[in-house]
């Protein structure tokens, strides 16, 4: 079983940078991708990024790519979300959430395991 526990959100203006982190437990976190979605009052919860096993392939939805940069840290058990340039758009709860399968890349349908999310606002 493996937990997920994000962190790193908060107030931010327009054009500003935020890190958020997902800390996993459990030894079979190096061996999965990671992604990332979010979800904003009134929609659905919509795909951000993707990271593999080994951080050697990376993912991004048209919205992020460019300003948002996804990482891990196996050694620590750790998935980064860096977001730059941040718009007023990008006001979300931010999820991280896990596959039980390798494939690449993983479907929507494979995250079977999902952090408790952390909300970003970004004022204008």
């Known amino acids: 079983q493996v937990q997920l526990v994000e962190s790193g959100g908060g107030l931010v203006q327009a054009g500003g940078s935020l890190r958020l982190s997902c800390a996993a437990s459990?030894?079979?976190?190096?061996?999965?991708?990671v992604g990332w979605f979010r979800q904003a009052p009134g929609k659905e919860r919509e795909f951000v990024a993707v990271?593999?096993?080994?951080?050697?392939?990376?993912i991004y939805s048209d919205p992020v790519k460019g300003r948002f940069t996804v990482s891990r840290d196996n050694a620590k058990n750790t998935a980064y979300l860096q977001m730059n340039s941040l718009k007023s758009e990008d006001t979300a709860i931010y999820y991280c959430?896990?596959?039980?399968?390798?494939?690449?890349?993983?479907?929507?349908?494979?995250?079977?395991?999902w952090g408790q999310g952390t909300q970003v606002t970004v004022s204008s």
């Open positions: 959430a896990q596959p039980k399968t390798t494939t690449w890349p993983p479907n929507h349908g494979d995250y079977d395991y």
């Open positions: 459990g030894s079979s976190f190096r061996w999965y991708g």
């Open positions: 990271i593999n096993w080994s951080g050697g392939s990376t």
